[in-house]
């Protein structure tokens, strides 16, 4: 499941962010109008691939965030500038996916195959997981919507998809799913696979509560 570079962000923290998402996604969908070579094949970077290993066994809370040199209070103060030097702390940058409500389903297309148009094979993937599993996630569904409302609204070609999808597909793809974040109080989130030992290693980066992008090894500017 969830996991996190500081320790206080625990599963109560993630299942209030969900319902908050969930919220926003219904009622405010017509934000989706304002706001990547793979790094699963084994090509990460050195740093990203040290990055890897270190969200593997997150390290103890310290002010500066664990595997990130500078303190908060000198990292950018916008979105973009701080996702920017969060990446390339990590030896990463950001791949740039379409901002149509399918972000999320694009990010993790562009993660597998480098083909963010394949979002709605991703997204009829999640959905199919979600139902297979129906007993086992509906407790997480926000309340005030069934599972069968939440699974039909997570199928609709735009929607947004939130963390209770991306678990989702991290179990159906058996991938351990890397967020890096511009959340000041958790700036890399783990989502891991409930499939075996041997996962694939997806990275995405996330605009807090708006967007979500690919993200390729720093070394791949020429892709």
């Given at each position: 499941?969830?996991?996190?570079?500081?320790?206080?962000?625990?599963?109560?923290?993630?299942?209030?962010?969900?319902?908050?998402?969930?919220?926003?996604?219904?009622?405010?969908?017509?934000?989706?109008?304002?706001?990547?070579?793979?790094?699963?094949r084994?090509?990460?970077?050195?740093?990203?691939?040290?990055?890897?290993a270190?969200?593997?066994?997150?390290p103890?809370?310290?002010?500066?965030?664990?595997?990130?040199?500078?303190?908060?209070?000198?990292?950018?103060?916008?979105?973009?500038?701080?996702?920017?030097?969060?990446l390339?702390?990590?030896?990463?940058?950001?791949?740039?996916?379409?901002?149509?409500?399918?972000?999320?389903?694009?990010?993790?297309?562009?993660?597998?195959?480098?083909?963010?148009?394949?979002?709605?094979?991703?997204?009829?993937?999640?959905?199919?997981?979600?139902?297979?599993?129906?007993?086992?996630f509906?407790?997480?569904?926000?309340?005030?919507?069934?599972?069968?409302?939440?699974?039909?609204?997570?199928s609709?070609?735009?929607?947004?998809?939130?963390n209770?999808?991306?678990?989702?597909?991290?179990?159906?793809?058996e991938?351990?799913?890397?967020?890096?974040?511009?959340?000041?109080?958790?700036?890399?989130?783990?989502?891991?696979?409930?499939?075996?030992?041997?996962?694939r290693q997806?990275?995405?980066?996330f605009?807090?509560?708006?967007?979500?992008?690919?993200?390729?090894?720093?070394?791949?500017?020429?892709e």
């Amino acid at each position: 499941m969830w996991q996190t570079s500081n320790s206080e962000y625990g599963r109560g923290v993630v299942e209030a962010r969900h319902r908050a998402l969930a919220a926003r996604s219904r009622a405010d969908a017509a934000l989706a109008a304002s706001l990547q070579p793979q790094l699963s094949r084994g090509t990460l970077s050195s740093a990203a691939a040290a990055a890897a290993a270190a969200a593997a066994s997150p390290p103890q809370p310290r002010p500066c965030g664990g595997t990130f040199s500078a303190a908060a209070g000198d990292e950018p103060t916008t979105p973009a500038a701080r996702l920017a030097a969060r990446l390339r702390a990590l030896g990463l940058r950001e791949r740039a996916v379409c901002a149509d409500g399918a972000c999320m389903f694009r990010a993790l297309a562009d993660q597998l195959w480098r083909q963010e148009a394949r979002h709605d094979e991703v997204r009829a993937r999640g959905v199919a997981a979600l139902r297979a599993r129906r007993r086992h996630f509906e407790a997480f569904v926000a309340e005030g919507e069934s599972f069968d409302e939440y699974a039909e609204r997570m199928s609709r070609p735009s929607e947004w998809g939130d963390n209770l999808m991306l678990q989702a597909l991290a179990d159906a793809y058996e991938v351990d799913v890397n967020l890096v974040t511009t959340f000041e109080d958790a700036r890399v989130i783990r989502i891991e696979s409930a499939g075996g030992e041997a996962r694939r290693q997806m990275w995405l980066g996330f605009y807090e509560d708006v967007h979500y992008v690919s993200v390729c090894s720093d070394e791949t500017q020429g892709e």
